[in-house]
């Protein structure tokens, strides 16, 4: 069975900084692109980040761009996701999420998210 | 960045209603768009990809059209674990874009 657990939200002061952790197990995680999606409270989804499955490629959305940085331990099967410069729009329930397939897939399997407060 | 908007923003429907919701794309993508659903303080759960691929294990009262621009999904008989939020997502290029969601609330 997949499974993906989060850890590491918290609350933070903006400015401050904050790593996500997902344990993947169930499947080779080595094999698989992963991507960080987040949801702001009582909003809808947005992506966040995807990195490929050799950490060679990593995209990021404009709205984290040079703040956010997602890379993997593929000996460990944990995806990170460094979170710089916490302003509090950044406040959501971040999920890391499992590509389906190499190409032009989306993702099919969800952690239960990790909350991130970004509040003084 | 490519734009989804979801139609309707809200539904109001009964048990054994057959519902669409629609998807339209700001340029086209190809079948490259997927739905999910998700229930209150649950994570989302991919019910169809590719325009009308259906997901392992998703019930085929669900079913998704279209291409390019503009795309469907139908639930061709509405059951009461079937209330929730359903938004598309494009997966043809980064970044992957969301609509902003459609609430099914029982009539």
């Known amino acids: 069975e997949v499974q993906l657990l989060e850890s590491g939200g918290d609350l933070v002061k903006p400015g401050g900084s904050l790593r996500l952790s997902c344990a993947a197990s169930?499947?080779?995680?080595?094999?698989?692109?992963m991507n960080w999606v987040r949801q702001a409270p009582g909003k809808g989804l947005e992506w966040v980040a995807v990195i490929s499955l050799d950490s060679r490629t990593t995209y990021y959305a404009d709205s984290v761009k040079g703040r956010f940085t997602i890379s993997r331990d593929n000996s460990k099967n944990t995806l990170f996701l460094q979170m710089n410069s916490l302003r509090a729009e950044d406040t959501a329930v971040y999920y890391c999420?499992?590509?389906?397939?190499?190409?032009?897939?989306?993702?099919?399997?969800w952690g239960q998210g990790a909350l991130v407060t970004v509040s003084s | 960045d490519i734009q989804l908007t979801q139609s309707p923003s809200f539904l109001s429907a009964s048990v054994g209603d057959r519902v669409t919701i629609t998807c339209r794309a700001s340029q086209a993508i190809s079948n490259y768009l997927a739905w999910y659903q998700q229930k209150p303080g649950k994570a989302p759960e991919l019910l169809i990809y590719?325009?009308?691929t259906l997901q392992s294990g998703v019930p085929s009262r669900f079913s998704g059209s279209g291409s390019g621009t503009e795309f469907t999904l139908t639930i061709s008989s509405l059951q009461p674990e079937d209330f929730a939020t359903y938004y598309c997502q494009q997966h043809n290029n980064y970044p992957r874009t969301f609509g902003q969601g459609t609430k099914v609330d029982i009539k």
């Open positions: 999420a499992r590509k389906l397939n190499t190409g032009n897939y989306p993702v099919d399997y």
């Open positions: 169930g499947f080779t995680f080595s094999t698989y692109s």
């Open positions: 590719a325009a009308f």
